[in-house]
């Protein structure tokens, strides 16, 4: 009897427990959905607000800071929201449209602490930096908080609002956001009025003061972006009032040149012959660190140009800091929710990642193994979006982490981190299942659009299985879409495996 009783206590326990958790599960799912769709509402809320404040030149310090903060708050918004999504529907079985083969292969997309490649990161409150959470111990509460902080964040606009409409308004934007991502310049809107700033401000030193051209450096790794700000703040109607004339200076180094060298090799960007005052802006682009004596000697030269004008110099050397009249300014690669939006953007175009979980999985993944890299935005959103099926896109990701294992056991270092004309990088055909051959890839350098026709096979070309060249000749690298154009060219040696 005993024995039976106590029976019975333990499953009325039991089916108890179930019982409650059952319900606190459904409760949960519950609460999970409800604030899914309410981040859903003030992300299409928060991108009202910036796509309105894009139409329009806004100059106050205060409301560009105010800006940025909602952009970097709705790349947050937007990179949870997808995880969320694409977990919850990997979980609840694929949806329509996508590839039904090779189940035992399936991504489960099982966010864990052990993998930085699966997380999440919720803000932690405030002003504060948002702080990285695993997905799977991440509560209902943290998701509830990031969206309390956006709609904190946009109830509190509302006097932006106001004074953004009586900014003036400048050209229309495309409606397509993947159009327009594909054609500007993404991330820098901060970077870039810092170089307005610097270059509009009026402020001179006293006329006995031995400095009397201001000098702003502009710091960072290879293809981090630098020649495209400098390129967009030259191209602004602003500056090109500002400026009587605006000239380009691109080399390695300035060891060997003179004042009348330098002035020979500098390109005219733009003059503008009906500006009152005469003042020059002169931009400096360096491959490699500036010699103290070879800058003290042009320095000295150039320190006679009517007053106001100004000098920018970019370099991937941290040495250049030294000469600048202003803090230095430092490109840094985009946080990964910023990259996201970016490269959600451009491998899926106007499709919504949230139809095909799968897809949405390992593009996340490679976004975070690609550490913000531009190349691979544009490069590989091209590739990913032609070839739209999962076994493809399981395979670039899983060639993609093998070239960065292959190439940091060679170099040491993170692939983009190096100078490239120093170390080749190895790579290899990403569609085809079993590659036969591998490409080394030397001495990757810029040409700008007017420099002749650049090479009819691409790096893409080649990694998609359409070219089957063989030796060694100049391949184009990559092709820039937007200003400054440039055309990245290397050689490649095709050597069988």
Known sequence: MEMFYSSVITELVNSSISFLFAKFKKETTATVQEDLQLLRRLLMRSDTIVEEADRRRVSNPDMLQQLKA???????????????????????????????????????????RFNPAKRVRFP????????????????????????????????????????????PPLY???YSVHLSLDRCMFGRHMEKETVMEFLLNNTEPPPSDAVNLGVLPIIGPTHIGKSTLVEHVCHDEKVRNHFSLISIYSGDDLKDETKATFR??????????????????????????????????????????PQGSKMIITSRSEKIARF???????????????????????????????????????????VDAMQGSFIFASMGG?????????????????????????????IGEYPD????????????????????????????????????????????????????????YEILFLKSRIPPYFNYICTCEIRDM
Not at 282 to 291: F, G, M, P, Q, Y
């Open 417 to 472: 981190d190096v100078n490239v004309k120093d170390y080749p990088r190895v790579t290899w055909s990403v569609i085809k299942e079993k590659p036969d051959k591998y490409f080394m890839l030397h001495d990757i350098y810029q040409r700008g659009s007017a420099h002749g026709e650049v090479p009819q096979i691409s790096l893409l070309d080649l990694l998609a299985g359409r070219a089957q060249p063989s030796g060694k």
């Open 124 to 167: 932690s409150g405030g002003d504060s930096e948002p702080t990285t959470v695993a997905l799977n111990d991440a509560s209902p509460r943290e998701l509830h908080q990031m969206v309390c902080s956006l709609q904190a964040m946009i109830d509190g606009m509302d006097e932006f609002v106001v004074l953004l409409m009586s900014c």
């Open 70 to 112: 909602l952009r970097d708050k709705a790349y947050r918004g937007y990179y949870v929201l997808d995880t969320v999504r694409c977990r919850a529907l990997l979980e609840g079985g694929s949806r329509g449209g996508e590839d039904k083969e090779e189940p035992a292969k399936r991504l489960t997309f099982a966010l864990s």
């Open 324 to 366: 600048g009249t202003t803090e230095p300014l430092r490109l840094k690669p985009l946080p990964v929710e910023a990259y996201w939006y970016l490269f959600k953007t451009v491998a899926f175009g106007s499709d919504d990642p949230g139809h095909h979980p799968k897809l949405a999985s390992i593009a996340l993944e490679m």
């Open 264 to 305: 020979e090799k500098c390109v005219i960007k733009h003059q503008n012959n009906q500006a009152i005052e005469k003042r020059l802006l002169v931009v400096i682009e360096l491959i490699a660190d500036v010699d103290e004596e070879a800058w003290e000697r042009l320095y000295s030269c150039e320190r006679s140009m």
């Open 172 to 174: 229309r934007q495309p």
């Open 382 to 410: 091209d590739l990913l979006r032609a070839n739209f099926d999962t076994r493809t896109w399981s395979r670039v990701l899983t060639r993609l982490r093998q070239y960065l294992q292959k190439n940091a056991s060679l």
